[in-house]
C-alpha cells in the first residue's frame, strides 16, 4: 500500500516545478482554507477571491516557505489571515452573515425563520464582542470543527493552550448571550 | 489557570466533537450545548466542486499569464475535419474493418483520428431516434474527455491544447440533445468532467492554461444549466441553447444528429 506523500515532499517537489505535487496540497487544504474565508466575510465571491490570493500567493511563495516544524497548511492559514487584513483595509465589514446564511438553507416557516434569523444575529453579536483570540478559537475548533492540534498548529500555541482558550471562550460567550436574554 | 480549570478544559476540548446533540451530562452541558448550537447555524458548507475547479482555473491561469510568454498560433483550427460518413464508409469498404478498429485508441493527432471521428458520425446518421442521439452523444463527449486526459498522461500538449480548444462545443452538443429525464445522469457527467479536468489542470503547461480554462469554465457553466434545469424542468426545443451560453461565441454548427432531424421534419 502505497503511502500518501508528506506536505514537505509535496512543497518540495511543486517548488522544483512540479504541477500535480501543487495540485495535491491544493486537493488536501483547499477545503478548511476557503471554509476558513466563508466565515471572515460577507459573500462567497469574496470568499472564492480570496482563496484564488492565498493559493495564487502559496504558489509564489513556495521558496520561502520552510516547514521546520511548521506545518503547509498553518502556512497557507497566515496568508489567509494576511488577505482579510488587505481585504478589510479596503472594504470595512459592513454586516453580520445573517442574511448569507439565510438564503443558504432551506425555505422554513416564516416564524421559524424570524426567530432563527434574530438567534444567528444574537449569536454573532456575542461572538463579536470577545477578544479576538477567543473569537477565532470558536470559528477554527467550533464552526469549521478542526481538530485540536491543527487548531493550536495555526495559532501557533500548544494543544493545552488551545483547550483552555477554547473553554474561556464559550464561557465567556455564555456570559454575554445570558446577559443579552436577560436584559430583553 | 488552575489545574480545575485545565481538567475541565480538556473534557470540553473532548466533548464537543463526541457529544453531538450537546450533552454529555454533567456541568460542562451548557457549554457543549453552545457550541453545537454555533456549529449548526454557522458552519460553512464545503466548498463545491465547481468552485474547487473554478479558483484552481483561476490560480493557474494567472500563473500562466504570468509565466508565458507571448505565443503564436493560439487561434489555431480548432478541431480536425470530420470525415464526411460516405466518405467514410467509401473509406471502411476500402480499407476494410482492421482500420476503423483501430481508430477506437486513435487520438486527436494521430492517422487514424479523423477515422474514428467519421465513424461517429456515421453511427449518429444510423441512430432514428432523439434517444438515441443523445446516447451517442453522450458517450463521444466522455471519450473527448478521455482524449483530453490521455493526451496530457503523454505530454503531447499541443494536441492536449486544441483538444481542450474544441471540449465547449462537446459540453453544447451534450446540453443541445439533452433528454428531460437524464438531467441527473448529465449533472453526475458533468461533475466528472470538471473532476478530470481539475486533474489535467495539474499537469497542464502554462501555454495550455487558458484552453483549459475555457473548458472547465464551460463544463461548470453546462453543470449549472443541468442543475436549472433539474429545478425548472421545461421541455428545450431541439438545437435551442440558453441565451447566457451564446454570450460569449459566434454562431455554431447544429449538433450532430439534430440537423438530421430538424431537416427532415419527423
Known amino acids: 500500500m502505497s503511502e500518501k506523500p508528506i506536505d514537505a515532499d509535496l512543497v518540495a517537489r511543486a517548488r522544483a516545478g512540479d504541477g500535480e505535487a501543487f495540485g495535491e496540497l491544493y486537493r488536501r487544504y483547499f477545503d478548511p482554507i476557503f471554509r476558513y474565508l466563508s466565515v471572515r466575510v460577507e459573500r462567497a465571491e469574496d470568499a472564492e477571491d480570496l482563496a484564488e490570493t492565498v493559493f495564487l500567493k502559496a504558489y509564489r511563495s513556495l521558496d520561502r516557505y520552510h516547514e521546520r516544524g511548521w506545518p503547509f497548511s498553518a502556512f497557507l492559514y497566515q496568508v489567509a489571515r494576511n488577505a482579510l487584513v488587505d481585504h478589510y483595509r479596503k472594504r470595512p465589514r459592513e454586516s453580520d452573515l445573517a442574511e448569507a446564511v439565510e438564503l443558504s438553507t432551506a425555505p422554513r416557516a416564516l416564524d421559524d425563520e424570524l426567530v432563527r434569523t434574530e438567534r444567528i444575529r444574537e449569536m454573532r453579536q456575542a461572538m463579536a464582542g470577545l477578544p479576538p483570540d477567543y473569537q477565532e478559537v470558536i470559528r477554527l475548533r467550533v464552526m469549521l470543527s478542526l481538530p485540536t492540534a491543527t487548531t493550536a498548529q495555526w495559532m501557533e500555541r500548544s494543544p493545552g493552550a488551545v483547550r483552555v482558550l477554547l473553554y474561556r471562550a ?3 460567550l455564555r456570559t454575554r448571550l445570558t446577559e443579552r436574554d436577560e436584559d430583553q | 489557570m488552575t489545574s480545575d480549570e485545565q481538567g475541565r478544559a480538556d473534557a470540553l476540548d473532548r466533548l464537543i466533537d463526541v457529544a453531538a446533540g450537546g450533552k454529555a451530562g454533567g456541568d460542562l452541558d451548557p457549554l457543549i450545548a453552545l457550541a453545537a448550537e454555533f456549529r449548526r447555524a454557522l458552519a460553512p458548507a464545503p466548498a463545491s466542486g465547481a468552485v474547487r475547479a473554478r479558483v484552481l482555473a483561476r490560480v493557474m491561469n494567472r500563473v500562466a499569464a504570468s509565466q508565458a510568454a507571448p505565443r503564436l498560433g493560439w487561434r489555431t483550427i480548432l478541431r480536425p475535419a470530420y470525415a464526411l460518413a460516405g466518405l467514410l464508409l467509401v473509406l471502411t469498404l476500402t480499407f476494410g474493418a482492421t482500420a476503423a478498429y483501430a481508430s477506437e485508441a486513435a487520438l486527436p493527432g494521430d492517422a487514424l483520428y479523423g477515422v474514428k471521428r467519421g465513424l461517429e458520425d456515421v453511427q449518429l446518421v444510423l441512430s432514428t431516434t432523439a434517444a438515441g442521439d443523445s446516447a451517442l452523444v453522450e458517450h463521444f463527449a466522455d471519450r473527448r474527455l478521455d482524449e483530453i486526459e490521455a493526451l496530457t498522461g503523454r505530454g503531447r500538449w499541443e494536441d492536449a491544447e486544441r483538444a481542450l480548444q474544441a471540449y465547449p462545443e462537446v459540453v453544447d452538443e451534450l446540453l443541445a440533445v439533452s433528454q428531460a429525464d437524464a438531467v ?30 475555457r473548458a472547465l469554465e464551460r463544463a461548470d457553466r453546462g453543470r ?11 421541455p428545450i426545443p431541439p438545437g435551442q441553447r440558453d441565451a447566457e451560453d451564446d454570450s460569449d461565441r459566434g454562431p455554431r454548427k447544429t449538433p450532430p444528429g439534430q440537423e438530421r432531424k430538424d431537416q427532415g421534419g419527423d
Open chain 1, 170 to 172: 464559550l464561557t465567556a
Open chain 2, 184 to 213: 441527473d445522469s448529465q449533472a453526475a457527467r458533468l461533475a466528472h468532467h470538471l473532476e478530470v479536468l481539475l486533474r489535467v489542470a495539474e499537469k497542464t503547461p502554462a501555454e495550455a492554461q487558458p484552453a483549459l480554462l
Open chain 2, 224 to 234: 449549472q444549466e443541468v442543475e436549472r434545469r433539474r429545478q425548472d424542468p421545461k
